[in-house]
């Protein structure tokens, strides 16, 4: 793993933020960090990023850890706060050359990747404003061109399309996906579709444990062990017991004389089955459709929500 988070813990207090979270993270993966308000999400980029340090446990990024080699870890990472600071009276222009001088990079470096970074993130008009002229939009874009100015290996993005329109979210998601080719980024939303949209995998965090860990294609599965399907039949009078004979069947409920809904197990499919029963019983389906469950019901049912 090019990331590796081992046995993270951060108390406050009698409080603990995070608890025992243990994950990696590969070059070219995109990690969406999801979980409710106060579950450890923010308090886990900022120990990644050597912003404030660990109560136990340890991060290592390449062959490098975060209590013996901070600096260098520092150089690796490029981060994006939540609240995303930035000075208001500089251009935007000035402020990417005084980030990368912070960063100790060379001017001939910068004169290259400074117009490189204000076209990747759509600010070509904007760069010779003052950064407090901008909209909460072209605010983002800056700090994010912060976080790349030094071509580092891994990403760390906190809320990365907050105040952005439906254009400029498109525009960043875009953007996140064609850094993550060849970069570890790891980023957190409070918006469900956007992490379905970006991440390659999906860790999900509750009370600062991690309560999945799943590629994002299978992790609506989670939210129920079991299938549905709704069928309506076109008249009175079928014979369920075709269908709930069926290996893998677990209940077929009726709703009425003419609709039901089969439950199985995840992996059954049952409508070649379905349709020879129906035409043996001279019936039409007037309806198939199988439930979807979606990101938002799986996080809804490991964290709580009702």
């Given at each position: 793993?090019?990331?590796?988070?081992?046995h993270l813990s951060k108390v406050y207090g009698t409080q603990k933020a995070i608890d025992d979270l243990t994950f990696g993270v590969e070059k070219g993966e995109i990690l969406g960090f999801l979980g409710p308000n106060g579950a450890g999400k923010t308090t886990t980029m900022k120990i990644i990023t050597c912003f404030m340090p660990p109560t136990e446990g340890n991060v290592r990024i390449g062959e490098y850890n975060i209590q013996e080699h901070p600096l260098e870890i520092r150089r690796k990472v490029?981060?994006?706060?939540?609240?995303?600071?930035?000075?208001?009276?500089?251009?935007?222009?000035?402020?990417?050359?005084?980030?990368?001088?912070?960063?100790?990079?060379?001017?001939?470096?910068?004169?290259?990747?400074?117009?490189?970074?204000?076209?990747?993130?759509?600010?070509?008009?904007?760069?010779?404003?003052?950064?407090?002229?901008?909209?909460?939009?072209?605010?983002?874009?800056?700090?994010?061109?912060?976080?790349?100015?030094?071509?580092?290996?891994?990403?760390?993005?906190?809320?990365?399309?907050?105040?952005?329109?439906?254009?400029?979210?498109?525009?960043?998601?875009?953007?996140?996906?064609?850094?993550?080719?060849?970069?570890?980024?790891?980023?957190?939303?409070?918006?469900?579709?956007?992490?379905?949209?970006?991440?390659?995998?999906?860790?999900?965090?509750?009370?600062?444990?991690?309560?999945?860990?799943?590629?994002?294609?299978?992790?609506?599965?989670?939210?129920?062990?079991?299938?549905?399907?709704?069928?309506?039949?076109?008249?009175?009078?079928?014979?369920?017991?075709?269908?709930?004979?069926?290996?893998?069947?677990?209940?077929?409920?009726?709703?009425?004389?003419?609709?039901?809904?089969?439950?199985?197990?995840?992996?059954?499919?049952?409508?070649?089955?379905?349709?020879?029963?129906?035409?043996?019983?001279?019936?039409?389906?007037?309806?198939?459709?199988?439930?979807?469950?979606?990101?938002?019901?799986?996080?809804?049912?490991?964290?709580?929500?009702?």
């Amino acid at each position: 793993m090019f990331v590796s988070i081992e046995h993270l813990s951060k108390v406050y207090g009698t409080q603990k933020a995070i608890d025992d979270l243990t994950f990696g993270v590969e070059k070219g993966e995109i990690l969406g960090f999801l979980g409710p308000n106060g579950a450890g999400k923010t308090t886990t980029m900022k120990i990644i990023t050597c912003f404030m340090p660990p109560t136990e446990g340890n991060v290592r990024i390449g062959e490098y850890n975060i209590q013996e080699h901070p600096l260098e870890i520092r150089r690796k990472v490029g981060y994006l706060p939540e609240h995303n600071p930035l000075y208001l009276d500089m251009y935007v222009h000035e402020f990417l050359h005084f980030a990368g001088k912070i960063q100790q990079l060379d001017k001939h470096f910068l004169q290259k990747r400074i117009p490189e970074l204000i076209e990747m993130t759509g600010l070509q008009r904007e760069q010779h404003k003052k950064i407090g002229m901008l909209s909460k939009g072209y605010r983002q874009r800056v700090g994010l061109s912060q976080a790349l100015i030094h071509d580092p290996e891994v990403l760390i993005l906190d809320e990365p399309t907050t105040g952005l329109d439906p254009n400029q979210i498109i525009e960043i998601r875009h953007l996140i996906r064609d850094v993550g080719k060849n970069k570890t980024v790891i980023f957190s939303s409070h918006i469900l579709s956007e992490v379905e949209a970006v991440a390659t995998r999906v860790i999900i965090i509750n009370r600062g444990k991690i309560v999945a860990d799943s590629p994002t294609q299978e992790l609506a599965n989670l939210a129920t062990e079991n299938a549905q399907i709704h069928v309506t039949f076109d008249k009175k009078g079928f014979d369920i017991q075709a269908i709930a004979k069926l290996a893998g069947v677990i209940e077929m409920k009726k709703i009425d004389d003419f609709r039901f809904v089969i439950r199985t197990q995840h992996e059954t499919e049952i409508r070649k089955e379905l349709f020879e029963a129906c035409v043996k019983q001279h019936f039409v389906m007037m309806e198939l459709s199988k439930e979807v469950f979606t990101l938002e019901d799986t996080f809804r049912k490991l964290t709580g929500g009702q």
